[in-house]
Nanobody
Framework: QLQLVESGGGLVQFGGSLRLTCAASGSSLDPYAIAWFRQAPGKEREWISCMSRRSGMITYVADSVKGRFTISRDNAKNTMSLQMNSLKPEDTAVYFC????????????????????WGQGTQVTVSS
């Protein structure tokens, strides 16, 4: 069974950068569509970005982070990452990685219910 563990969260100043990494174990990440979500206190979980399986031909990014956040995957290392630049205080949240096995090369999903496997979350705090 696939297990996911995030790392890389922390405290950063306004305008700074962080790179989150999600390490997969128990199975190859190759056949899984992947995604990042975040949840701020008192708010619902928000989809940030997703990428299709294998070579990641398809990616989607939420408007709220477009041009600042970049999703990537390294199937050889069995990891996925989220590069976050130009961070703002409103980016403060717990960030989660997620994965769902799919047979399609050109799809990924934007809903929490679409993903079966989740990491435990990592806190990102952006100070103003």
């Amino acid at each position: 069974q696939l297990q996911l563990v995030e790392s890389g969260g922390g405290l950063v100043q306004f305008g700074g950068s962080l790179r989150l990494t999600c390490a997969a174990s128990g199975s190859s990440l190759d056949p899984y569509a992947i995604a990042w979500f975040r949840q701020a206190p008192g708010k619902e979980r928000e989809w940030i970005s997703c990428m299709s399986r294998r070579s990641g031909m398809i990616t989607y990014v939420a408007d709220s982070v477009k041009g600042r956040f970049t999703i990537s995957r390294d199937n050889a290392k069995n990891t996925m990452s989220l590069q976050m630049n130009s961070l703002k205080p409103e980016d403060t949240a717990v960030y989660f990685c997620a994965a769902e096995e799919t047979e399609f090369d050109i799809v990924c999903y934007g809903g929490s219910d679409d993903y079966r496997y989740w990491g435990q979350g990592t806190q990102v705090t952006v100070s103003s």
